[in-house]
């Protein structure tokens, strides 16, 4: 699990065009990776558009934002192209990442335990280190919390 202080987990994720991207291609700038469930599902769409609609504040602060689930390459670019994203998308086509930042987790709905990923944010400096987490998120008004934070890293 990743935690506040230590280095990023640096696990390849897949990008929209196949290749391969790690949290340790953006050092030297400050880096969101946020985890969501699915695509193209009501909280996370309004999360991704939310970060895509402060796409060119995160840039003034010299922040990437990258958005991680465990949906295919093929169906985040559909993702992206429908709701005109302007941030990176990846895959953890293997569950990997997941483990590895502490986002796979056990859930509940309706009284049924299911295991899925844990709507979660972290804010990592220009060093790799996790300065921030934010765990459970409520979508409302997060990617703006999670740009005062990251100009206030500095």
């Keep these: 699990m990743a935690n506040i202080g230590e280095t990023a987990p640096d696990v390849a994720m897949t990008t929209i065009d196949g290749g391969n991207w790690r ?75 997941c483990e590895a930042w502490g986002t796979w987790i056990e859930k509940s709905l309706y009284g049924r335990q299911y295991m899925g990923i844990d709507r979660a944010t972290f804010l990592i400096d220009r060093d790799g280190r996790i300065n921030q987490i934010w765990r459970k998120v409520k979508v409302k008004g997060h990617a703006e919390i999670v740009l005062e934070a990251a100009k206030a890293l500095g």
């Design 23 to 97: 949290p340790s291609d953006a050092k030297g700038r400050k880096l969101v990776v946020y985890f969501y469930p699915k695509d193209d599902t009501p909280g996370c769409t309004t999360e991704a558009k939310d970060f895509s609609a402060l796409a060119d504040a995160y840039a003034a602060a010299d922040v990437l934002v990258v958005g991680v689930s465990k949906d295919p390459p093929a169906k985040h670019a559909k993702f992206a192209a429908k709701h005109e994203l302007k941030i990176q998308l990846v895959s953890d086509l293997d569950g990997s990442v």
